[in-house]
């Protein structure tokens, strides 16, 4: 895809955040539009920086460092949200501004431990296995209150809010239940926690359900860079 086609996805995304905020008397200046790269090449992830896209998302740690690499003359802001296991988190802790998928106190100790001192604290959402998940990643909404103090008490992270990735397939009506219901653990746990300020939720085919919840940054790739590669 040409960089004008990046334009005109990234400009009908925020069209749609715009929209959906819209409706639900929302401010749209409060939800960011994170693009999704993962397996996209460092030369498109460029074009989105020229269209507008400030944060970016990967998954895959080695495909992410090379683009990271690739593109550190951008000031761009680097969103970890795949799955971490232990042997990655130096890595994500070195060369990511945020982390979307800590789901247990093992992992976010390491970050904390690993985390450059000259750089500022990295910015966490715990990964919450709400209903109807589909995949076994994610903290259980039981064990969410003792993560969460684990992870505020931390010197080099600071806990901003939650991140949930629901069944996909889901319609119409179905798509709010996930979403209501991260936002109601998210509200138990601002009472404990009320610098919390962040809700990732919503990709390409749910943002407006999950921006009626109350998602402060969605997680697209498919509408801005098309289908993935590989
Ligand atoms: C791939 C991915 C996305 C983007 O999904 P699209 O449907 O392509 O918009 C968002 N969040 C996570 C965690 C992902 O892995």
């Known amino acids: 895809m040409n960089s004008t086609s990046y334009q005109q996805n990234i400009a009908k995304v925020s069209a749609r955040i715009r929209a959906s905020a ?24 460029r074009e989105a920086w020229q269209a507008g896209a400030r944060d970016f998302g990967e998954n895959y740690l080695q495909d992410a460092l090379q683009k990271i690499e690739a593109l550190a003359d951008l000031p761009l802001c680097w969103h970890f949200i795949g799955p971490l296991q232990s042997n990655k988190t130096r890595a994500v802790a070195e060369n990511f501004s945020w982390v979307h998928s800590v789901d247990r106190a093992k992992i976010a100790r ?5 985390r450059p001192p000259q750089l500022p604290p990295l910015q966490v959402c715990l990964q919450v296995n709400i209903s109807g998940e589909d995949s076994k990643a994610g903290v259980a909404v039981e064990e969410l209150a ?9 010197p080099r992270l600071q806990l901003r809010g939650l991140m949930a990735i629901p069944r996909s397939g889901l319609t119409g009506a179905q798509q709010r239940q996930p979403f209501a219901d991260l936002r109601r653990e998210f509200e138990i746990l601002q009472r404990q926690h009320p610098q919390l300020d962040t809700l990732s939720m919503g990709m390409s085919a749910d943002l407006e359900a999950a921006i009626f919840e109350g998602a402060t940054i969605v997680r697209i790739g498919t509408d801005i860079f098309g289908p993935r590669i590989g």
Not at 27 to 44: F, G, H, M, R, Y
Not at 146 to 154: F, I, N, R
């Open 22 to 45: 819209q409706k639900c008397d929302r401010d749209a200046a409060e939800i960011t539009l994170l693009a999704v790269s993962k397996t996209q090449p460092a030369a498109a992830v």
């Open 110 to 114: 390491r970050l904390s431990e690993q």
């Open 146 to 154: 003792e993560l969460a103090a684990t992870v505020a008490a931390l």
